[in-house]
């Protein structure tokens, strides 16, 4: 199913992320958010270019820290667009900076990114995409399923021979409760 599974071990970037972060429950919402952008960023682009440039996307958003990413004006705007480290797209950088706002509404209503997500859980995959693009900028279907699927929230990050689904199934991902229950949405890997 994965092809991710055969792709990323040992690799110089897929290889830290696939066995580390792909897939695995997040708890902590500036990782959430993150995760977001860098898959909006991710859209037309390999999954590889954002990996490259994952230290310099950390540097120029101050560590994805909502509070400050929300703050930003036109000074940090510009400079952003100026910033050949990152993806310099107008759009997904409005898009950030918008969304970190539209995180900060998310934590004062429901205490958190993650106690927002949790509330909506579990939503076909289509409404996700719906409850995304009412809720976000520069969202759409690949962007949610991969979005989700990194975050612990939809199944299909791995195989389930790959011997990190393991560690994620030990990890507690809120998909799995789901699959008990009869619930659950598998999605197709999108980094194949």
């Known amino acids: 199913m994965s092809a991710y599974c055969d792709l990323a071990p040992g690799h110089e970037f897929h290889g830290p992320y696939h066995d580390h972060e792909y897939g695995f429950p997040v708890e902590d919402d500036d990782t959430l958010f993150e995760r977001l952008i860098l898959e909006i960023n991710q859209a037309g682009l390999s999954w590889l270019t954002v990996l490259k440039k994952r230290a310099a996307f950390q540097a120029a958003f101050e560590g994805f820290d909502i509070d400050r990413v929300a703050a930003y004006g036109e000074p940090e705007r510009t400079r952003l667009l100026s910033d050949a480290g990152i993806i310099r797209n107008r759009l997904k950088v409005d898009a950030t900076i918008h969304n970190a706002r539209v995180v900060q509404h998310l934590q004062a209503e429901h205490g958190s990114f993650k106690a927002w997500l949790d509330h909506h859980h579990p939503l076909p995959h289509a409404d ?24 612990g929230y939809l199944p299909g990050a791995h ?30 890997d999108c980094y194949s």
Do not use: H, Y
Request: charged share 25%; with cysteine.
């Open 128 to 151: 996700w995409v719906k409850l995304f693009k009412r809720t976000f900028r520069f969202t759409g279907p690949e962007i949610v399923n991969e979005f989700l699927m990194s975050s």
């Open 159 to 188: 195989r389930d021979d790959c011997p990190v689904q393991a560690r994620i199934l030990a990890a507690g991902p809120a998909w799995a409760d789901d699959t008990a229950r009869g619930a659950g949405n598998p999605a197709p």
